[in-house]
């Protein structure tokens, strides 16, 4: 471009100085015993927890809430010096420090600590951009995909070419999907139901219909044992249901699974792992009902796990949040009860906006890169992107 060296060299000369840290609030005297009981229970956490960089990312939110900045930027260094791919370029919570010469220097240490991993290729897109689907589910027998609404009240289907067609309106909040046994299984959340319905997939009729009055429920994710079992998780009731085979209500799993999201069961059935607050995974051992979290070692980060799906001896994760998206894949120990390894499979890809879940379906893994849930308006065709497993 002609005078690009002269642009340059003006920018170089006007560029300004870098904003400086923003000057800590005084806490008054009914703060200061609170914010020191929270930063103590975080603290508490740290020292039990093999999850060290998403508690000290946690104390760094809890000092920016109360406008501490320089521990907010220590905690902040200390989980970034984990490499453990949390990223808070995007959190609003560190939005004042934004352009200090400190908090560059934490977001540089970030992107040295995430490169790009590429092994995903687009595999179809939806034209309907505005659909904000949280889940997508396929019907290997059918070969067709099946989309959610979090804005819609619907479900579309669509062909691996991407032609697509409503296949369910009338509902509220579509999130969790799932196809089983020639059916459709969704969860809907309203304001005053949350709800498993079962839908035949010929007819697009509802089946059967399980449902959990009162507000104080979010039903999420779900998964099935290969006997037809139906556990689900309910996130603002920190709970996992189960509708066992037959059964005309759903019951509670014994056990409190804070922030519960995604689930999957083991090969075996034996074994149910949801992901939760702190620890990132939670194993329940459907035997025995025993409730821990899943052990891995200190460096990994089980941080903000949406889906998560087991396969041949491992459990494949999109974690979003602020963790800087990416698909991961977890190789557990030989009795499923640990973690020992991770592979980084995508991160750092130019199309995500917005990674949630995806669905298994063969030897690949299909996954949305972009479900703009965060847009109200411009929104891109969706992106499909597939991942081979």
Request: aromatic fraction near 8%.
């Amino acid at each position: 471009m002609p005078g690009w060296r002269l642009i340059f060299a003006l920018t170089l000369i006007s560029t300004p100085a870098a904003a400086q840290l923003p000057p800590s609030i005084p806490l008054s005297d009914a703060d200061r015993p609170l914010f020191q009981a929270e930063i103590a229970r975080f603290e508490s956490l740290l020292r039990a927890s093999p999850n060290q960089a998403n508690l000290m990312y946690l104390l760094g939110q809890t000092c920016a809430a109360a406008k501490q900045w320089p521990e907010a930027l220590d905690w902040l260094r200390r989980a970034v010096d984990l490499r453990s791919g949390l990223d808070p370029s995007r959190d609003s919570a560190f939005a004042p420090l934004r352009g200090t010469r400190e908090f560059a220097s934490i977001q540089s240490a970030v992107r040295e600590a995430t490169p790009s991993v590429s092994h995903s290729h687009p595999a179809f897109v939806v034209g309907e951009g505005d659909l904000v689907p949280e889940s997508i589910a396929y019907d290997p027998r059918g070969k067709q995909f099946y989309l959610g609404s979090l804005t819609k009240g619907k479900v579309i289907r669509c062909s691996p070419a991407g032609d697509c067609a409503p296949f369910a309106q009338g509902l509220g909040t579509v999130v969790g999907l799932k196809v089983q046994n020639g059916g459709l299984w969704l969860l809907d959340n309203s304001e005053r139901e949350s709800a498993l319905i079962h839908y035949d997939l010929a007819s697009a009729r509802i089946v059967y219909k399980y449902v959990v009055t009162g507000s104080g429920h979010l039903f999420n994710d779900l998964a099935f044992s290969p006997k037809g079992d139906v556990y689900l998780t309910d996130t603002r009731a920190a709970s996992v249901w189960v509708l066992s085979r037959g059964a005309s209500h759903l019951s509670r799993l014994p056990g409190k699974f804070t922030s519960a999201n995604g689930i999957a069961l083991s090969s075996k059935a034996d074994l149910l792992f949801v992901s939760s607050f702190p620890d990132g995974i939670t194993l329940v051992d459907l035997k025995t009902h025993a409730v821990a979290p899943i052990a891995h070692p200190a460096g990994i980060c089980l941080a903000f796990i949406d889906g998560l799906y087991c396969h041949r001896g491992a459990l494949i994760a999109i974690q979003n949040g602020m963790m800087n998206p990416r698909v991961v894949r977890f190789k557990l120990s030989g009795d499923r009860r640990a973690i020992e390894q991770m592979e980084v499979r995508e991160r750092r890809n130019p199309l995500f906006d917005g990674i949630t879940t995806g669905v298994i379906a063969g030897s690949d893994f299909f996954y949305m890169a972009n479900i703009q849930d965060d847009k109200q308006t411009s929104f891109n065709p969706i992106v499909i992107l597939k991942l081979p497993l």
